[in-house]
């Protein structure tokens, strides 16, 4: 059976490392059916198109979508951010994110392995808020936080099932010691959903404690969850902490349902046809993306040939040629 997927490889070194995650997965002997989307910076530069909802009617009629990375240098910040990326997370209802940090030990140093899940479609992304008196000196920004039930529900139970298939610990990250309003909402739901599962462990961390445990003592973690906001900085974190943010994949989910892959890196404009360009994120991007498609066997073989220890170096594409020959 193949699956239909939707490729954006996007700007800067987004379509380099993409190719190479394709080129892993042929390798891994998974069969996919894709059409290309030009799409992001660049395409917004050459004819004023961001994501029309005809491409988003086609998108919900595939299996999932893989991209590499949007961003260009010349494009205001916020128009490719909110036009391309949040409307594709908004529009698909992508509401998780599900960020793994691993790291293997070695001599001298503890290994981690834990999962962020980041609310995906809420939280001070939602763009509720606005400029009054632009640009005069009485001028005043709004940028509110929007909380459903709903939404903090389904990220909670997801991180609870995720947690019951581990270790069995998950802790919830907020900081409802000043954000009495939104962090009362996601304690109180946190709490109810976790009644439904009394065999996972809970605990609770402030953002900001949350990333000194980040640095000095990750071990700690298993499973966390929450907002979009807090999700976003600290999964930044969790890249750095965990070997480089070139090694972080990404899965936007909406479970049953299409969803997007792609690495947690940006577009890096600077070394755009260098080689330097680690696929690896991509690559690991690519092996969720086939847990999604039904395909968890050939995501394993490709996780676990990126994780052997001879390290992984050369350009680009020696790095997807040396996993390539590990399948
Ligand atoms: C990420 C990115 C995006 C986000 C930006 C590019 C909109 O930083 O996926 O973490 O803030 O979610
Ligand atoms: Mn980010």
């Not at 954006?8 to 070194?13: A, E, H, P, Q, S």
């Not at 997965?25 to 030009?38: F, K, N, Q, R, S």
């Not at 969803?259 to 680690?278: Q, R």
């Amino acid at each position: 059976m193949t699956h239909r997927v939707g490729i954006m490889g996007g700007d800067g070194i987004g379509p380099e490392v993409v190719a190479e995650g394709l080129k892993v997965i042929a390798a891994a002997g998974v069969e996919l059916d894709c059409v290309d989307y030009d799409l992001g910076g660049e395409r917004f530069l050459k004819d004023g198109t961001i994501l029309p909802d005809s491409v988003v009617a086609e998108w919900r009629g595939l299996d999932a979508l893989y991209c590499g990375a949007v961003g260009t240098p010349d494009v205001p910040p916020g128009v490719i951010e909110r036009g391309l990326l949040l409307k594709m997370r908004f529009d698909l209802d992508l509401y998780i994110n599900y960020r793994p940090f691993l790291k293997a030990a070695d001599e001298g140093a503890e290994g981690h392995d834990f999962v962020v899940i980041r609310e995906n479609t809420e939280g001070t992304y939602a763009g509720e808020g606005g400029l009054l008196r632009a640009n005069t000196p009485h001028e005043v920004a709004t940028q509110g936080s929007v909380n459903t039930r709903m939404g903090v529900e389904r990220a909670c139970r997801y991180a609870f099932e995720l947690a019951m298939g581990r270790r069995r610990h998950l802790t919830m990250v907020h900081k409802t010691n000043v954000l009495t309003f939104s962090g009362d909402l996601w304690e109180r739901t946190f709490n109810e959903v976790a009644a439904d599962y009394p065999e996972v462990e809970t605990a609770y961390n402030h953002v900001d404690a949350a990333c000194i445990y980040f640095v000095q003592d990750p071990q700690r973690y298993d499973v966390i969850v929450t907002d979009n906001l807090f999700g976003d900085i600290l999964t930044d974190l969790g890249g750095a902490v965990s070997g480089g943010i070139g090694l972080a994949p990404t899965a936007n989910l909406n479970p049953g349902q299409v969803s997007m892959f792609e690495p947690v890196h940006g577009s890096a404009p600077d070394i755009v046809g260098t080689g330097k360009a680690n696929p690896i994120a991509a690559v690991l991007s690519g092996a969720m993306m086939l847990d999604h498609l039904g395909e968890s066997e050939a995501a394993n073989r490709i996780r676990s040939a990126c994780a052997e220890p001879n390290t992984l170096v050369g350009t680009t594409s020696e790095i997807g040629d040396l996993i390539v020959a590990r399948l």
